[in-house]
């Protein structure tokens, strides 16, 4: 951003930290059930810094957290693993899933929800000219039938919460 340099990594001792320009400006630390965790998507806008992570607990099971300027937001508390994180202005996107859904999240609230019996979760998203860009991995939609093993590309514009197929890459 700028001169500066945003890079997202684990320190010497495993915790997730974000670091500008090298040094270490923020240490993700996560409670004493934490078994590993890891930074899977950062997005700095304005002097804001957004990060979403992935944690495995010590009962087995995954958790997503949203991160920003290094402190964790308890919106997301039923997100088992969160992926993307996008900003548009005042509006905060987060794409992931629950163990029931793929689920893109604007301002901590479900905006599109998929319901799923697979690992189906949205992986990626971006916003470009008021459209919102998305990607969804291992399920794919054609009238109504859902195919698994795709990367879904869907689009749409970001006023309205009417998503479009856009393409399928296996």
């Given amino acids: ?75 997301y508390a039923d997100a088992t693993e969160l992926y993307a994180v996008c900003v548009d202005g005042d509006d905060v996107y987060v794409a992931g899933g629950t163990n029931e859904a793929a689920v893109i999240w604007k301002n901590a609230e479900p905006y599109y929800v998929y319901p799923t019996t697979s690992t189906g979760l949205f992986v990626d998203i971006e916003i470009i000219r008021n459209f919102l860009y998305l990607v969804c991995n291992d399920f794919l939609i054609v009238s109504s039938v859902v195919y698994h093993g795709y990367n879904s590309y869907w689009i749409a514009p970001t006023e309205r919460k009417g998503f479009q197929y856009l393409r399928t890459k296996e």
């Fill in 1 to 75: 951003v700028g001169d500066d340099i945003y890079v997202a990594g684990l320190n010497e001792t495993g915790i997730p930290v974000i670091k500008k320009n090298d040094e270490v400006l923020y240490t993700l630390e996560f409670d004493q059930q934490c078994m590993g965790s890891s930074v899977s998507s950062m997005t700095v806008h304005g002097d804001d810094v957004y990060a979403t992570t992935i944690y495995l607990t010590s009962s087995g099971g995954f958790y997503g957290k949203l991160w920003i300027n290094g402190v964790a937001s308890q919106d």
